[in-house]
């Protein structure tokens, strides 16, 4: 009896020291995991909290603008020449009026406020604030600022031209539904880009779209198809040039999540 007694005793105290040993482990194994992730903390925050690195490093990334891509220096001359009417910072100041007023309209649910935007523009804010209207969605942007605005694309085909104009942005962006917010913040700044498309149309007769704008010989009245001509193809009358009334801020869209208007 008493053999048993210190047997049970003996596996007892065994049983004992591997729960301690397992304890012991375990807590290592804490104090190891805590001190790497203190170090990474410290190597990429520079802070011993992974939560306050995190927090700092929105906080830097809401007050940073967004770079833009430019190629403003290579396709200026190159828009020049094809157009010597066009005027880059005539089309800047559009743009940017534009993408500011669009983003105001969709706050106050009121498309009456965009600026300088074509028919298709407005139909795409028309049809966001219905949306928002049909899912009661309140969707606010605030604080609207642009930091720069760069030529970003330059293309040609299809009997039109596209210049696609990238500005770096920022605002105080969120949605809410009944008062509950969905969807951003009300404390931070969203840093983000846009992409506005500058489209001119070229040759009427290649455009399978209704809003296509046209013009004639003020001299015989024939069709001028070619709006870069200078000169009628019909009589040989010098056509007013039109080149600045046919180009129409077309289409924006945000780049960083790919989601056009």
Request: charged share 25%; glycine share 8%.
């Amino acid at each position: 009896m008493l053999g048993a007694i210190s047997e049970f005793g003996v596996l007892g105290a065994l049983a004992v020291g591997g729960i301690v040993g397992v304890v012991l482990v375990a807590a290592v194994g804490v104090t190891v995991a805590r001190r790497k992730l203190r170090d990474f903390s410290r190597g990429v925050f520079g802070t011993d909290s992974i939560i306050d690195g995190i927090n700092r490093h929105a906080d830097i990334a809401a007050e940073t603008p967004r770079s833009v891509s430019s190629m403003t220096r290579l396709m200026e001359p190159q828009i020049a020449r094809d157009f010597p009417e066009f005027s880059w910072e005539e089309f800047r100041g559009k743009a940017e009026t534009m993408l500011i007023s669009a983003l105001g309209a969709i706050s106050d649910g009121d498309e009456s406020r965009l600026v300088n935007a074509s028919p298709d523009i407005k139909n795409l804010i028309a049809n966001r604030i219905a949306g928002n209207k049909r899912d009661g969605i309140r969707e606010v942007y605030n604080q609207i600022r642009i930091h720069q605005t760069e030529i970003a694309n330059y293309e040609k085909s299809q009997g039109k031209c596209i210049v696609t104009l990238q500005s770096a942005m920022e605002y105080y962006y969120y949605k809410e539904r009944n008062g509950q917010l969905i969807d951003g913040t009300k404390e931070r700044k969203t840093q983000t880009k846009y992409n506005t498309e500058v489209m001119y149309i070229q040759d009427i007769t290649k455009i399978k779209t209704g809003s296509a704008v046209g013009t004639t010989c003020p001299n015989c009245g024939a069709p001028v198809t070619n709006l870069g001509a200078k000169y009628c193809e019909y009589c040989g009358s010098q056509v007013v040039p039109v080149n600045i009334k046919v180009w129409s801020l077309h289409n924006f869209y945000e780049v960083d999540y790919n989601h056009t208007y």
